[in-house]
């Protein structure tokens, strides 16, 4: 069955520092793959996407690469702000299987000042 | 991009009542609709599929009779709790895909999540 595993966190960083949150992934088909985030109290937000290999998904200085060869899909972001305090979430969407999402486990992401 | 509505967010009850989440499609039509339950420093744990007009599919491990879902129009969904005890007392999200504008259909859109609590 289709799977995602993502790195235990909390990831903890000073503000401007560099971020990477890994995330690898099984799937029977050719998968989307996304990211999430949610903040304290809320539901989730889509970050990015990707829908084939070697897309790259962006939004808010965030980025993520389909890595096909090494099924992956890490999230990155060059400076991180106490605004980007999180939890994030890989996912997999694969149309083998009705398009029903398969969730990491969630890296909680703390930016101190 | 869509949005999707839960209400309440917030409820807290006594043991052995029912409750009654709502999740709402505002600006699009959601011919599906899933429903989560995401435990502490957990993971999200899909419960259970929801398609207009028709049964819900629940994933193993679900009471249906615990977690009733119903789906009767193309912009609501319910999943009401009944008998709800404490270890029921959870984060409760849906998601809602639009199928019917020409959205992509790997494409989700999450409401807010309600947090249950029972004493």
């Given at each position: 069955?289709?799977?995602v595993?993502?790195?235990?966190?909390?990831?903890?960083?000073?503000?401007?520092?560099?971020l990477?949150?890994?995330?690898?992934?099984?799937?029977?088909?050719?998968?989307?793959?996304?990211?999430?985030?949610?903040?304290?109290?809320?539901?989730?937000?889509?970050?990015?996407?990707?829908?084939?290999?070697?897309?790259?998904?962006?939004?808010?200085?965030?980025?993520?690469?389909?890595?096909?060869?090494?099924?992956?899909?890490?999230?990155?972001?060059?400076?991180?702000?106490?605004?980007?305090?999180?939890?994030?979430?890989?996912?997999?969407?694969?149309?083998?299987?009705?398009?029903?999402?398969?969730?990491?486990?969630?890296?909680?992401?703390?930016?101190?000042? | 991009?869509?949005?999707?509505?839960?209400?309440?967010?917030?409820?807290?009850?006594?043991?052995?009542?029912?409750?009654?989440?709502?999740?709402?499609?505002?600006?699009?039509?959601?011919?599906?609709m899933?429903?989560?339950?995401?435990?502490?420093?957990?993971?999200?744990?899909?419960?259970?599929?929801s398609?207009?007009?028709?049964?819900?599919?629940?994933?193993?491990?679900?009471?249906?009779?615990k977690?009733?879902?119903?789906?009767?129009?193309?912009?609501?969904?319910?999943?009401?709790?009944?008998?709800?005890?404490?270890?029921?007392?959870?984060?409760?999200?849906?998601?809602?895909?639009?199928?019917?504008?020409?959205?992509?259909?790997?494409?989700?859109?999450?409401?807010?999540?309600?947090?249950?609590?029972?004493?």
């Amino acid at each position: 069955g289709n799977s995602v595993t993502q790195m235990e966190g909390p990831v903890t960083l000073s503000e401007e520092a560099f971020l990477t949150i890994n995330c690898t992934y099984t799937a029977t088909g050719y998968p989307s793959l996304f990211w999430y985030v949610q903040y304290p109290g809320e539901g989730l937000q889509l970050l990015l996407k990707a829908t084939k290999a070697d897309d790259k998904g962006s939004n808010k200085g965030f980025e993520a690469t389909y890595r096909k060869e090494t099924t992956s899909f890490h999230l990155e972001k060059g400076s991180v702000q106490v605004s980007d305090s999180a939890v994030y979430f890989c996912a997999l969407s694969d149309p083998g299987g009705s398009y029903i999402p398969t969730f990491g486990r969630g890296t909680s992401l703390i930016v101190h000042p | 991009g869509a949005v999707v509505s839960q209400h309440p967010s917030r409820v807290i009850c006594k043991s052995g009542t029912s409750v009654k989440i709502e999740c709402r499609s505002l600006d699009f039509q959601a011919t599906t609709m899933f429903w989560y339950r995401q435990f502490p420093k957990k993971s999200l744990m899909l419960m259970a599929t929801s398609n207009e007009g028709s049964k819900a599919t629940y994933e193993q491990g679900v009471e249906k009779d615990k977690f009733l879902i119903n789906h009767a129009s193309l912009t609501l969904s319910t999943l009401t709790v009944t008998s709800a005890h404490p270890e029921d007392s959870s984060f409760y999200i849906c998601s809602a895909r639009d199928l019917t504008t020409g959205g992509e259909e790997d494409e989700q859109f999450f409401g807010p999540g309600t947090r249950l609590t029972v004493l």
